[in-house]
């Protein structure tokens, strides 16, 4: 948990999952994300990690519901349990642990009920830099 180790060792943390991402993304290990967006794990951040990521333009996401594919259970429990939440909340950011066979397996029914339901999935990216402009108006 980042909230219990030295900033040190969570900026290496960080670091090393950037440059472990990176090397899967684009094939180069580095520090530098070309997708600014982070999740801590758990949830646990430290005032000095959120600091630390702003400070390299990279945007924390958190969930506002989770299928708890963590736990064992059938891909249908998993289901009724995503749908019972979305029927309160309506909208959110779902955290699924993707690697979760019952994840994959209960999938295609879950996309079919947003669809049926008139939900819509939106790809998150980063906002393109502003235009600049100048006093004459020319970009």
Do not use: C
């Amino acid at each position: 948990m980042m909230s219990q180790i030295s900033f040190e060792q969570a900026k290496e943390d960080i670091d090393r999952g950037i440059a472990a991402d990176e090397m899967a993304l684009n094939g180069t290990s580095t520090k530098t994300s070309s997708t600014p967006f982070f999740r801590f794990p758990y949830f646990d951040s430290t005032p000095a990690t959120l600091d630390l990521l702003q400070s390299r333009g990279i945007l924390v996401f958190g969930a506002d519901l989770w299928a708890a594919d963590w736990e064992n259970m059938t891909p249908e429990q998993e289901l009724k349990k995503m749908i019972e939440q979305f029927e309160i909340t309506k909208r959110g950011i779902i955290l699924l642990l993707d690697p979760q066979p019952r994840t994959t397996a209960m999938m295609p029914t879950f996309l079919r009920y947003l669809h049926d339901q008139g939900y819509r999935i939106v790809h998150l990216v980063p906002a393109a830099a502003p235009v600049q402009t100048h006093a004459d108006g020319a970009h």
